[in-house]
DNA sequence: GCGACAG
DNA sequence: ATCTTGTCGC
């Protein structure tokens, strides 16, 4: 383990040796490396993601010259590396009503009172957030660690097997063919977008026209995260906030495109199926990646409407589909109610423009918009006075 | 034994 | 799913 202050004192010294500029906030934290990348070709991105109190944030920081001796210095700061102590340096933006800390300009926020690096508008800036330091023996220290929260204590499968056999048993109520109502009048998308830290997911339905492809009718329904998300039992995950928001809906779809699986799944039961049996609804598996199921991607073709056949288990399970010209294909597969062509037949007329469906796209923004704005915080309250920066 | 694995 | 930045075209 590595002290965080220790850490952070390193990466400034090393980038700002000339301007020694710091500010000592004394403000407990908890995190770990979350990601080392590539950035440009000098350039190498140091991502530290992090839990402090109840905020989710990303601190960063530029590392220029990669290729120059310097960059050796940061290899024992690997991905996965814990880091534990205190902020010491930062300087803190809000952007599109997002916060940042940014440690690259943090010269700039001592020198002038107010940012604007990079051609970003920095509307506030503060270093009182951090005033109401916490007692260290206090201080609730959140393990934010990937393997703990999303893998870790789920890895042994037969921790699951009541949920394998609740899938066999929907296995036998799938049906295959078209059992849509003589007029598709709404069809619905549904997602469910996902707050980390807060350990919130909020549930959305969007209604759409199927004639017009405007929306009609949103439901939405906010619930803790329970279950984890495992490659294979995702319907458990998505399907409880979905039957709630469905609730509340006054008009009833007709037919609902998941952004997931159906029958293209290990046991069959994809969540588009799923949510196709409990609801007795029409449903479209639709999803971005393969789950599982090989394809003939030389013999695809690049245009729209182009499509393989997805076999998994001897079986066609699906359908890679080109729903643009030489874009990367869907995956479509029954969900529930109906065949794999009229399946294809509507998600091509739910792609007019775009690779993803309206209906996903729709729910999709509807779903981001509505996590944003429940766990957004006002972490300026005081500066909305006017006397605030004078 | 190891990799792959919807969102 | 979550997160980031850069580039291009309307």
């Given at each position: 383990m590595i002290e965080f202050s220790e850490a952070i004192n390193f990466l400034l010294l090393d980038f700002r040796r000339e301007e020694n500029l710091y500010y000592y906030s004394n403000k407990p934290y908890t995190g770990l490396i979350k990601q080392i990348s590539?950035?440009?070709?000098?350039d190498i991105l140091l991502l530290l993601k992090c839990v402090n109190g109840n905020l989710n944030l990303v601190y960063k920081k530029y590392i220029i010259n990669?290729?120059?001796?310097?960059?050796?210095?940061?290899?024992?700061?690997?991905?996965?590396t814990e880091l534990h102590g205190f902020l010491h340096g930062y300087s803190l933006t809000k952007i599109g009503g997002r916060i940042d800390f940014r440690f690259d300009d943090f010269d700039i926020l001592v020198e002038k009172k107010l940012v604007d690096a990079k051609g970003y508008r920095v509307d506030k800036w503060s270093?009182?957030?951090?005033?109401?330091?916490?007692n260290m023996e206090n201080e609730?220290?959140?393990?934010?660690r990937e393997g703990n929260m999303e893998v870790g204590g789920y890895k042994n499968d037969t921790d699951f097997l009541p949920y394998y056999t609740l899938q066999n048993e929907m296995r036998e109520k799938v049906i295959k063919e078209d059992r849509l109502p003589?007029?598709?009048?709404y069809i619905a998308g549904v997602d469910v977008a996902y707050h980390e830290v807060l350990q919130k997911m909020v549930g959305g339905i969007v209604v759409l026209d199927?004639?017009?492809?405007?929306?009609v009718e949103t439901a939405l329904h906010e619930m803790e995260i329970s279950f984890p998300y495992i490659p294979g039992l995702f319907s458990f995950r998505e399907i409880p906030p979905l039957l709630e928001a469905y609730k509340k809906l006054n008009i009833k779809p007709d037919l609902i495109v998941c952004d997931a699986h159906g029958l293209a799944h290990p046991q069959g039961v994809g969540m588009a199926t799923h949510l196709g049996i409990e609801l007795d609804i029409p449903t479209i598996g639709c999803a971005k990646k393969r789950l599982v199921g090989y394809y003939d991607k030389e013999a695809?073709?690049?245009?729209?409407?182009d499509s393989q056949s997805l076999i998994w288990d001897s079986q066609e399970a699906g359908k890679a589909l080109r729903?643009?010209?030489?874009i990367k294909s869907m995956f479509v597969s029954i969900g529930?109610?109906?065949s794999l062509e009229t399946a294809c037949e509507w998600v091509l007329k739910l792609c007019p423009n775009y690779r993803l469906p309206e209906t996903t796209r729709a729910v999709d923004h509807l779903v981001n918009q509505v996590l944003k704005e429940r766990t957004d915080f006002n972490l300026f309250p005081e500066d909305d006075n006017e006397e605030a920066f004078q």
């Open positions: 590539g950035y440009s070709d000098y990669s290729k120059s001796e310097r960059y050796k210095n940061f290899e024992y700061l690997g991905e996965g270093w009182r957030i951090f005033d109401d330091i916490p609730i220290w959140v393990d934010n003589s007029a598709i009048k199927a004639e017009t492809l405007e929306v695809l073709g690049t245009q729209r409407g729903t643009q010209d030489n529930h109610k109906i």
